[in-house]
């Protein structure tokens, strides 16, 4: 993406519009490249193959796919307000954390690493699924699990059912943390009857998702919790090629008053070596030191690991892109040039109902992603059938998430993250979301009249829109 000159979402995008599903830093052999280079009007050319800068090619795969080596998992908690993620968080970091140093205080910097019987697991505290898709919809594919606490008195609320979505629209396979198991009133059958009733189905009951109970205040079954977590990422196989030049994601980011720019980077391939020369987002610089979440200095982060990483010229974004250059100008350069890339914005990859059309025309669409909210959960449910009897031509209108209420932050996060639109049934905005709207160019369609909203769909899946002025 550096190369094109295009933002990594949109390379993304083009390579799935060839039905090529991949994230930011995986490798892709040269036949793919040319595809996604040639939309762009860019010829590609095989490289002699040849240090770090040469361009992977189909041959040097097979190379690097010998030199995969395990890494750990690294996983977020998601669910509803007061359900436990952050008492869940704090239990596991203070429980697991390897040997505590007598008062070593240990720093919130997003990101922390446990270890269960040597295998270590990483885990993101930015707890939310605001967070989570926002550096999703940057094109980052950082987590790999999602543990979704539900509180066994409170039982699924509107953010855990938000939750599912954006773990669905990730594709990343849910864990169920069933919480507050101390409490006289928890009910855990109640819990796996209302999974089931979202097609999660639970286990014992046949189904493969997990789901353990705990308390996160006496710590029962997070021992449990986490065992399942290791195995699960035990059968998912996750591999990384510690030998590449490192690439990553930056979880969070800070000014601080010493130290300068910090950055708490994930590193998900390669390894970071203090002295590396970095471009993360529109900063750049020498990595000067690598610091873990008790401040003790590190050499290097391998892939699944976080660290702080000092030494860069401007403070970095969340979702931000880390990568390795080989020499100082470049790493200017293409920081200068990602700089540029923000501040003229990038309009055109605003997705409206009229431009999906468009592309369903020229066939790079085929499938209309929808977050719909409504006034009553009975209009919720007669807009998904209606929309998914609409759906029965070539091409589908697919409903990610929908619910009763106002449009939110995260409903904008999530209709960005998966290049879909929102349709607004009899319902406003929350606060602050409709101009994350406009920041992230997500189309919000309102209608007081249903079989207008529907006319309109049926309209856009056969292609034949009115553009709205
Ligand atoms: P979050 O909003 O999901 O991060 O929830 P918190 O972790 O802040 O927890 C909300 C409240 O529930 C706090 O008062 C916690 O002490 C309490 N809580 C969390 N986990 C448990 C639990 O397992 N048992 C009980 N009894 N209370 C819990």
């Known amino acids: 993406s550096e190369l094109l000159d295009q933002t ?139 543990v979704l606490v539900v509180a066994a008195d409170d039982g699924i609320m509107p953010q855990t059912d938000e939750a599912i979505s954006h773990a669905r629209a990730a594709e990343v396979p849910i864990v169920v943390a069933i919480n507050k198991m101390d409490l006289p009133g928890a009910q855990p059958e109640v819990i796996k009857r209302q999974l089931s009733e979202r097609n999660l189905l639970v286990e014992e009951w046949g189904g ?20 399942n977590l290791t195995v699960l990422a035990e059968v998912m196989e996750l ?78 974004e969340a979702g931000d892109i880390l990568q390795v250059v080989s020499d100082e100008r470049t790493a200017r350069q293409t920081a200068e040039r990602h700089g540029r890339r923000s501040h003229t914005g990038n309009l055109d990859t605003v997705l409206t109902l009229d431009n999906v059309v468009k592309q369903i025309d020229s066939g790079d669409v085929k499938e209309l992603i929808v977050v719909l909210k409504a006034d009553v959960q009975g209009s919720v449910e007669a807009i998904v059938q209606s929309i998914e009897k609409l759906s029965e031509g070539e091409v589908k209108a697919r409903v990610i998430h929908s619910g009763s209420g106002s449009v939110s932050d995260s409903d904008i996060q999530l209709a960005s993250a998966s290049d879909g639109i929102v349709l607004a049934f009899n319902v406003g905005f929350e606060i602050g979301a409709e101009r994350t709207a406009d920041r992230l160019g997500v189309e919000v369609r309102s209608y007081q009249i249903i079989y207008r909203l529907l006319e309109d769909i049926e309209q856009a899946l056969k292609g034949m829109l009115e553009p709205e002025y």
Not at 210 to 220: E, H, L, N, R, Y
Not at 246 to 258: F, H, I, S, Y
Request: net charge negative; aromatic share 2%; hydrophobic share 40%.
């Open 208 to 227: 493969d998702i997990i789901a353990v109970p705990v308390s996160a205040q006496t710590g029962d079954g997070v021992g449990d919790l986490l065992e």
């Open 239 to 316: 591999k990384a090629d510690p030998t590449r030049p490192a690439a990553g994601v930056v979880v969070e980011a800070t000014l601080d008053r010493r130290r300068g720019p910090t950055a708490t980077v994930l590193i998900q391939s390669g390894t970071l070596r203090v002295g590396n020369q970095i471009v993360v987002g529109g900063a750049w610089g020498r990595v000067r030191a690598i610091t873990n979440e008790r401040g003790e200095s590190m050499d290097c982060i391998t892939p699944g690991s976080p660290g702080v990483v000092t030494g860069l010229n401007s403070t970095p």
């Open 8 to 146: 990594p979402v949109d390379v993304i995008k083009q390579l799935m519009r060839h039905g090529i599903m991949v994230s930011v830093n995986q490798v892709i052999d040269h036949q793919v490249a040319t595809v996604a280079a040639a939309a762009y009007g860019v010829r590609t050319r095989l490289a002699e193959s040849n240090a770090e800068t040469a361009p992977i090619t189909a041959d040097s795969t097979a190379q690097i796919d010998a030199q995969l080596q395990p890494r750990p998992p690294v996983i977020t908690i998601l669910g509803h307000v007061d359900h436990g993620k952050t008492s869940l968080l704090d239990y596991i970091r203070e429980s697991s954390v390897v040997q505590k140093e007598a008062g070593g205080i240990t720093q919130h910097i997003g990101a922390y690493q446990v270890e269960l019987d040597g295998q270590p697991i990483t885990f993101l505290d930015t707890p939310g699924h605001a967070a989570f898709t926002a550096i999703r919809s940057r094109g980052a594919r950082v987590t790999d699990i999602a």
